[in-house]
Structures are given as structure tokens and as C-alpha cells.
């Protein structure tokens, strides 16, 4: 069984710049989780998405937003990039009727902003 | 506040040595809690996972964890060491809402 898929691996971009982040969860998860892990921070809870619908997000600005495609995929997107927003960036799937909201995390995506 | 508290931020150990990790969770989150482990350059792996019954809970890869609800702890052992497990460890809870909150995590470096 295929994991959770994210791309790019890297990104660079530059201060204002827009970055968009994509993800693909496990067949058959219909829940996509995002987060922020960017150094000494920890691990950020930013945004879940099940069925097609934003669920809920967690403390980030309006700039951070995404959407979750028939197919259950997602996109993350991130306007005008600040510095601040350097960090792994990291993908999670559940399955409709996972227990106790097991997540099955990508390998994440290294952002970069310069 | 910090939903999920994790008391050490790294934790060097020798090879075959018996390793602990501590957590402490509030009342804000559930008692459903977690381990997760990110190897370097890897995502998350989810170790193990209370969710009720047996306080004590056994993971992958020799991992165990102890479900105290006096102490409102959730700490995490090993008996031995390998060098292989030298990762980052994350305690998680599951907020009122579902989310997932994790601890800051904690840096274990297992030497020879």
C-alpha cells in the first residue's frame, strides 16, 4: 500500500512570493491534515480537511488556505511568504473511520523562503 | 497552554541502554495519546497509541508506554537501545476537536 505522498520535496522561493504544497493520502483516506514544523516551534497543527470541506484550521493567518479535491488530495497554499515561513511542512491522512484519529504522516515538504 | 508537555527536549543514551521519555498531558486534550517517532529526514511514524483498557501499551520496535492517569503522564520506554533509534519523539493528544496535539518533542541521540 502506497503512503502519503507529498511534493515538492524542496521548495525555494522568495520573500512575498506564493508556494503551493500538494499532497496525496492513502487510497480510501478521505481526511487530510497539514502542519508546520519549523524550527523550534514544534509541530503545528494548520489545517484539516475531510470530504471536500475545510474542518477546521489552527492559529495560522488568513494567507495559509488550501482545498481538499474529489479525489482527496490537497493543496496547501501560502501567500506573500515571509521569512517566518520556512519550515517542513508536513501531510497526514486518516481514514473515514479510523480509530481514535490515527494519522499517517508524508515525508513533508522543505520550504524555503529567502 | 501547552496541551502536551514533553520534559526533556533531548535525551543522549549509550547503546543497549534503557531510555525514558517523559510526557504529561492537561485536561484539554482526551486521553487518547500517542508516540510518534520522525527518523531524520522522515515524516512521523506513529509508535503506539492509548486509547483505553490496559495502561500499558506496547508499540513498534520494543517501545512501551504507561498510561498514568493520577500523574496525568504518558511516558514512554525502551529497555534497550539501538543505534537505529536515534529520532525525534513526539507526544500527542487529541484535542476536543479532534486535533491532534503534539508535544515539542524530544531529540534522542543513541551512541556506541
Known amino acids: 500500500e502506497a503512503g502519503v505522498t507529498q511534493s515538492p520535496t524542496h521548495l525555494i522561493k522568495t520573500r512575498g512570493q506564493q508556494a503551493t504544497l500538494r499532497c496525496s493520502p492513502i487510497s480510501g483516506h478521505t481526511s487530510v491534515y497539514w502542519y508546520q514544523q519549523a524550527l523550534g516551534l514544534g509541530l503545528q497543527f494548520l489545517l484539516w480537511?475531510?470530504?471536500?470541506?475545510?474542518?477546521n484550521r489552527g492559529n495560522f493567518p488568513p494567507r495559509f488556505s488550501g482545498r481538499q479535491f474529489p479525489n482527496y488530495s490537497s493543496e496547501l497554499n501560502v501567500n506573500a511568504l515571509e521569512l517566518e515561513d520556512s519550515a517542513l511542512y508536513l501531510c497526514a491522512s486518516r481514514y473515514r473511520q479510523g480509530v481514535a484519529y490515527e494519522q499517517y504522516f508524508g515525508p513533508g515538504t522543505r520550504l524555503t523562503v529567502t | 497552554a501547552q496541551s502536551v508537555t514533553q520534559l526533556d527536549s533531548q535525551v543522549p543514551v549509550f547503546e543497549e541502554a534503557p531510555v525514558e521519555l517523559r510526557c504529561n498531558y492537561s485536561?484539554?486534550?482526551?486521553?487518547?495519546l500517542f508516540w510518534y517517532v520522525q527518523y531524520p529526514n522522515q515524516g512521523l511514524q506513529l509508535l503506539l497509541k492509548y486509547l483505553s483498557g490496559s495502561t500499558l501499551v506496547k508499540g513498534i520496535n520494543g517501545f512501551e508506554a504507561e498510561f498514568n492517569k493520577s500523574q496525568t503522564s504518558f511516558h514512554l520506554r525502551k529497555p534497550s537501545v539501538h543505534i537505529s533509534d536515534t529520532a525525534e519523539y513526539f507526544c500527542v493528544g487529541k484535542d476536543s476537536w479532534g486535533k491532534l496535539q503534539f508535544g515539542a518533542g524530544t531529540q534522542v541521540v543513541v551512541t556506541p
Open positions: 485536561s484539554s486534550v482526551s486521553v487518547y
Open positions: 480537511y475531510d470530504e471536500g470541506e475545510e474542518r
